[in-house]
């Protein structure tokens, strides 16, 4: 990926973070989800009064991006956040997908057939990291070990 559509995909990020519905953690997650044909999903973190009920960034974005283009196309994940504050989400902490997302992703990636790249980034954009869903999720549980 060239860095230009890297830039691009983690201002997305950053940008759906801002449209979190994050007021109890006041954490705000965004993440931008790009198929091979470039289209790209966004989504981000979704909190409830009753807690449990929370939604992350990275799942409202694989929805979106189920409906827009399909599992099996996606190549990239994006994820970028921080806490709220008054000028933004703030912070230089890079932001990883939680295990539950982990195991999202990997389904994914299972119906493609493809390691999806996973950038995560910092709310400020300024601290990167590129991995993989198999670096992140290694010896992962799939579709593959159930019967049928
Ligand atoms: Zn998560």
């Known amino acids: ?6 830039g691009r995909l983690i201002a997305l990020a950053r940008e759906a973070a801002g449209k979190a ?5 006041r ?23 009753c807690y449990r009920l929370g939604l ?15 599992l099996a ?12 504050t008054g000028g933004g989400i703030a912070g230089d902490d890079i932001i990883t ?5 982990r195991q999202a992703i990997a389904e994914a990636a299972s119906l493609s057939g493809r390691d999806i790249v996973v950038i995560s980034a910092s709310a400020t954009g300024s601290e990167v990291l590129e991995t993989t869903i198999s670096q ?6 799939g579709a593959d070990v159930l019967p049928g």
Do not use: K, W
């Open 21 to 25: 519905h994050a007021p109890y953690s």
């Open 56 to 70: 992350c960034a990275e799942q409202s974005a694989l929805t979106a991006a189920q409906h827009a283009f399909g």
């Open 97 to 101: 997908p939680c295990g539950g997302c």
């Open 73 to 84: 196309a996606i190549t990239h994940v994006v994820v970028a956040g921080g806490p709220m």
């Open 1 to 6: 990926m060239d860095s230009t559509t890297r």
């Open 27 to 49: 954490f705000h997650v965004g993440c931008a989800v790009m198929a091979a044909d470039g289209s790209v999903a966004t989504g981000a973190n979704m909190e409830n009064a």
């Open 136 to 141: 992140l999720l290694p010896h992962g549980f």
